[in-house]
């Protein structure tokens, strides 16, 4: 029976899991860690180094190493948010076909999908040689908040890794899988998702098998970085004021802030106060410096405190999005490591009125409920690999999965359904510069609708459905996907042509639009090709007037 | 096999029901609400929900099915409150001009002036971004004017917009529009 992977594809770090008829068992790297920095380094001594040994090149070569290529995967390379995340990194990005971020190094030019792939191609390898068989499928997790764009950019590095995705599916949905698996629950629980780079929070209706989302909100450019970023641009105004030396345009200097910034974030979520010294800072004009510093919890979250409150105010929108009182929440699931921050957590008690779960591991459970929904998907869950589940999931009997004792309810009978929802409104321009809508936020997926549409003048030959995501009403006020094109329509009077428009938006949560003229005798159809999404031959870029 | 057949007869039963209501295609019975349509679409997931049958069905089947699935989740989407978004919609200008449009769901879709060029890299951008300032304060109330049904107020306004922006091929086209419905009013 083959064996489908469960991918946990983070901006900061990557998870890996299969599901067996006794557990889940996680990938291990070199030195049998289960987390794996999603970092690709290419050194100048040459080759690919991914992973924790990639790592090891952030002081030495910052230039080389790519991080956090999550928060530019599938992204518009003009989008605000975009150009505002790259000042943060150190490494070359410009703009490629189709509006897609390239990273240039030295003289290779990769898209984000393919420095993505890197990071799969080392998963999926620790896992043949932990499994002894080769891989093919898998399921990847995404943030619930990922675009279209994002979401075909996270699919073509499964394929570019040589993986077959058999689905995409939301972080949180994946948590939740986890949490209710097995368990016929019949209640709704609320998943809070704060990772290395993204953020979402969402509302899960369980319903026996059926895990249903009945609303998700996030912001895909929120995450423990930028909390990181914060502590450490107030350790370089220190280092400023007692080494006399601005950091700031230096790279490898920041880097170091940065990862000492991370040391004491973690270090203050167990302990009151952290203090020491980061050593070893390579001061221009070849001192060596070292930066002492004494931090309070306290002085922490002061700093952080914005950015918390950020994560406050889309879990209460969340809430009037799903029409739902806190109360008839029955469990808050932490899920990524920001939330082992006291702060995060005790304003998550203040806003639901109980305690978040934190019997789970919020590195590992994404994976988990992957690994479970592959396992699924390709009815790989039945019998055993020959591998004994290794004390998988400190879920402390949430999962029965945890416990390697209870055998999976049969598959064919009941398999778990996930109803996903689509990420973001979208709608397409029409006269007076306003937008109509054809699929709402937080619809379930895979969804379809069809509307019809004429033309606005007389004998126009000539229509262009301009495509837009977002809440706005007025076109400009949302972010653009694309135009579709249809011409050489048949002349005739205004309102007489009927252009059908169908918006499809498939369980992976990816967009399919489809324009076609009925009226000409000869239907003609356009396919949306998104910005910013890679450029794959399954929707070619201008296939309008195309004739079919 | 039976759950075969009945998961393909569902389907085509779906997708056979040419205008069919969000609860005709949710097969309840007419006006019942959101919980009997979560209810209704939880049982069409657990036995048509498309990864349920991906390894079960052949292509063609399952892509049935899949479309099937898509539009009870977009009657579902209905029931639950999606609706609601599109009550407060603001009808697009079209509509407002000819409310007794034959083709309810009709609107419009806008076509920049110079759209019959074959180079989509020259068509300008959205018509009102074109626009100076001045001229889109009268093209907005204008917009307001038609939608209360003031044809020619809408007129008046446009007129003034063109006043502001006389190079606007977007606001002749537009003022022709309004007019041409002035004159077919009795």
Same mark, same amino acid.
């Given at each position: 029976?083959?064996?489908?992977?469960?991918?946990?594809?983070?901006?900061?770090?990557?998870?890996?899991?299969?599901?067996?008829?006794?557990?889940?068992?996680?990938?291990?790297?070199?030195?049998?860690?289960?987390?794996?920095?999603?970092?690709?380094?290419?050194?100048?001594?040459?080759?690919?180094?991914?992973?924790?040994?990639?790592?090891?090149?952030?002081?030495?070569?910052?230039?080389?190493?790519?991080?956090?290529?999550?928060?530019?995967?599938?992204?518009?390379?003009?989008?605000?948010?975009?150009?505002?995340?790259?000042?943060?990194?150190?490494?070359?990005?410009?703009?490629?076909?189709?509006?897609?971020?390239?990273?240039?190094?030295?003289?290779?030019?990769?898209?984000?999908?393919?420095?993505?792939?890197?990071?799969?191609?080392?998963?999926?390898?620790?896992?043949?040689?932990?499994?002894?068989?080769?891989?093919?499928?898998?399921?990847?997790?995404?943030?619930?908040?990922?675009?279209?764009?994002?979401?075909?950019?996270?699919?073509?590095?499964?394929?570019?890794?040589?993986?077959?995705?058999?689905?995409?599916?939301?972080?949180?949905?994946?948590?939740?899988?986890?949490?209710?698996?097995?368990?016929?629950?019949?209640?709704m629980i609320a998943v809070f998702?704060?990772?290395?780079?993204?953020?979402d929070v969402s509302i899960l209706q369980?319903?026996?098998?059926?895990?249903?989302v009945l609303a998700s909100e996030g912001?895909?450019?929120?995450?423990?970085?930028?909390?990181?970023?914060?502590?450490?641009?107030?350790?370089?105004?220190?280092?400023?004021?007692?080494?006399?030396?601005?950091?700031?345009?230096?790279?490898? #200097?920041?880097?170091?802030?940065? /990862? *000492? &910034?991370?040391?004491?974030?973690?270090?203050?979520?167990?302990?009151?106060? +952290?203090? $020491?010294?980061?050593?070893?800072?390579?001061?221009?004009?070849?001192?060596?410096?070292?930066?002492?510093?004494?931090?309070?919890?306290?002085?922490?979250?002061?700093?952080?405190?914005?950015?918390?409150?950020?994560t406050m105010a889309v879990t209460r929108q969340v809430m009037i999005a799903a029409n739902i009182d806190p109360r008839m929440i029955s469990?808050v699931?932490?899920?990524?490591?920001?939330?082992?921050?006291?702060?995060?957590?005790?304003q998550l008690?203040e806003i639901f009125r109980r305690?978040?779960?934190?019997?789970?591991?919020?590195?590992?459970?994404?994976?988990?409920?992957?690994?479970?929904?592959?396992?699924?998907?390709?009815?790989? #869950?039945?019998?055993?690999?020959? /591998? *004994? &589940?290794?004390?998988?999931?400190?879920?402390?009997?949430?999962?029965?999965? +945890?416990? $390697?004792?209870?055998?999976?309810?049969?598959?064919?009978?009941?398999?778990?359904?996930?109803?996903?929802?689509?990420?973001?409104?979208?709608?397409?321009?029409?006269?007076?510069?306003?937008?109509?809508?054809?699929?709402?936020?937080n619809?379930?997926?895979?969804?379809?609708?069809?509307?019809?549409?004429?033309?606005?003048?007389?004998?126009?030959?000539?229509?262009?459905?301009?495509?837009?995501?977002?809440?706005?009403?007025?076109?400009?006020?949302?972010?653009?996907?694309?135009?579709?094109?249809?011409?050489?329509?048949?002349?005739?009077?205004?309102?007489?042509?009927?252009?059908?428009?169908?918006?499809?938006?498939?369980?992976?949560?990816?967009?399919?639009?489809?324009?076609?003229?009925?009226?000409?005798?000869?239907?003609?159809?356009?396919?949306?090709?998104?910005? $910013?999404?890679?450029?794959?031959?399954?929707?070619?870029?201008?296939?309008?007037?195309?004739?079919? | 096999?039976?759950?075969?057949?009945?998961?393909?007869?569902?389907?085509?039963?779906?997708?056979?029901?040419?205008?069919?209501?969000?609860?005709?295609?949710?097969?309840?019975?007419?006006?019942?609400?959101?919980?009997?349509?979560?209810?209704?679409?939880?049982?069409?997931?657990?036995?048509?929900?498309?990864?349920?049958?991906?390894?079960?069905?052949?292509?063609?089947?399952?892509?049935?099915?899949?479309?099937?699935?898509?539009?009870?989740?977009?009657?579902?989407?209905?029931?639950?409150g999606?609706?609601?978004?599109?009550?407060?919609?603001?009808?697009?200008?079209?509509?407002?001009?000819?409310?007794?449009?034959?083709?309810?769901?009709?609107?419009?879709?806008?076509?920049?002036?110079?759209?019959?060029?074959?180079?989509?890299?020259?068509?300008?951008?959205?018509?009102?971004?074109?626009?100076?300032?001045?001229?889109?304060?009268?093209?907005?109330?204008?917009?307001?004017?038609?939608?209360?049904?003031?044809?020619?107020?809408?007129?008046?306004?446009?007129?003034?917009?063109?006043?502001?922006?006389?190079?606007?091929?977007?606001?002749?086209?537009?003022?022709?529009?309004?007019?041409?419905?002035?004159?077919?009013?009795?």
């Amino acid at each position: 029976m083959a064996v489908a992977l469960g991918i946990d594809l983070g901006t900061t770090n990557s998870v890996a899991a299969i599901a067996t008829q006794t557990g889940v068992e996680f990938i291990l790297g070199a030195r049998g860690e289960r987390v794996h920095p999603s970092v690709v380094a290419f050194p100048n001594s040459g080759g690919v180094v991914v992973g924790s040994d990639a790592k090891r090149y952030r002081l030495s070569e910052p230039h080389n190493v790519i991080h956090s290529a999550k928060r530019f995967i599938g992204q518009n390379t003009r989008a605000p948010l975009v150009q505002l995340a790259l000042t943060g990194v150190r490494y070359t990005v410009v703009e490629g076909p189709n509006q897609q971020p390239i990273v240039v190094m030295r003289d290779r030019r990769m898209t984000m999908p393919e420095i993505s792939s890197h990071v799969l191609l080392h998963l999926k390898r620790a896992a043949e040689r932990q499994l002894g068989t080769p891989l093919k499928d898998a399921v990847i997790t995404v943030p619930a908040n990922f675009t279209d764009g994002q979401r075909q950019a996270t699919r073509e590095a499964g394929r570019l890794a040589g993986l077959e995705v058999l689905r995409l599916i939301n972080e949180p949905t994946a948590a939740a899988l986890a949490y209710g698996f097995g368990q016929d629950r019949e209640e709704m629980i609320a998943v809070f998702d704060f990772g290395g780079g993204t953020f979402d929070v969402s509302i899960l209706q369980l319903n026996g098998e059926v895990f249903e989302v009945l609303a998700s909100e996030g912001d895909f450019f929120l995450g423990g970085d930028d909390l990181d970023r914060a502590l450490a641009e107030n350790l370089a105004a220190e280092l400023h004021r007692v080494l006399r030396v601005d950091p700031r345009p230096h790279a490898a #200097l920041m880097m170091k802030l940065m /990862m *000492g &910034a991370e040391a004491i974030k973690m270090h203050l979520s167990d302990n009151e106060a +952290a203090e $020491g010294e980061i050593e070893g800072l390579d001061l221009p004009g070849g001192q060596v410096g070292t930066l002492p510093f004494s931090l309070t919890r306290g002085q922490f979250e002061e700093l952080i405190a914005g950015y918390v409150e950020r994560t406050m105010a889309v879990t209460r929108q969340v809430m009037i999005a799903a029409n739902i009182d806190p109360r008839m929440i029955s469990d808050v699931l932490c899920v990524g490591g920001s939330t082992r921050i006291p702060m995060v957590r005790r304003q998550l008690a203040e806003i639901f009125r109980r305690e978040p779960n934190i019997a789970i591991n919020p590195d590992e459970v994404v994976a988990q409920g992957a690994a479970i929904q592959a396992g699924s998907l390709t009815g790989g #869950l039945t019998f055993g690999t020959g /591998m *004994g &589940a290794r004390d998988a999931v400190a879920t402390a009997g949430h999962s029965p999965l +945890a416990q $390697g004792a209870v055998t999976l309810p049969e598959i064919t009978a009941r398999r778990p359904v996930l109803l996903d929802v689509n990420p973001a409104t979208l709608a397409i321009h029409t006269a007076g510069g306003f937008t109509e809508r054809l699929l709402d936020k937080n619809a379930p997926i895979p969804i379809e609708r069809t509307r019809v549409f004429t033309t606005s003048r007389d004998n126009q030959t000539r229509v262009e459905i301009d495509c837009c995501r977002g809440e706005a009403r007025r076109y400009t006020e949302n972010e653009p996907l694309g135009t579709l094109l249809l011409h050489d329509l048949a002349p005739l009077p205004r309102g007489d042509l009927k252009i059908e428009v169908q918006f499809r938006v498939d369980a992976d949560g990816i967009l399919h639009v489809k324009a076609s003229d009925q009226m000409s005798g000869q239907a003609q159809e356009a396919h949306l090709q998104v910005l $910013g999404a890679p450029v794959s031959p399954e929707y070619p870029g201008d296939v309008s007037g195309s004739k079919r | 096999m039976s759950a075969r057949a009945d998961v393909l007869l569902w389907a085509q039963r779906v997708l056979g029901r040419k205008g069919a209501t969000s609860w005709q295609i949710l097969e309840i019975p007419a006006g019942s609400g959101a919980d009997v349509a979560q209810e209704a679409f939880h049982k069409i997931a657990r036995f048509a929900h498309p990864d349920l049958l991906r390894r079960t069905l052949p292509p063609d089947e399952l892509e049935l099915v899949t479309t099937a699935y898509a539009r009870a989740a977009a009657a579902y989407q209905e029931l639950r409150g999606g609706g609601r978004v599109s009550t407060t919609r603001m009808k697009p200008i079209r509509d407002a001009i000819n409310p007794a449009s034959p083709v309810a769901t009709t609107t419009v879709i806008p076509t920049s002036p110079s759209s019959n060029r074959a180079v989509p890299a020259d068509v300008p951008a959205n018509p009102t971004q074109m626009m100076n300032g001045k001229a889109l304060i009268y093209y907005r109330k204008a917009e307001l004017a038609l939608r209360r049904g003031e044809l020619t107020a809408a007129v008046l306004q446009l007129k003034m917009a063109i006043a502001s922006d006389p190079g606007s091929v977007f606001l002749r086209s537009a003022l022709g529009e309004v007019e041409a419905e002035v004159s077919k009013k009795p």
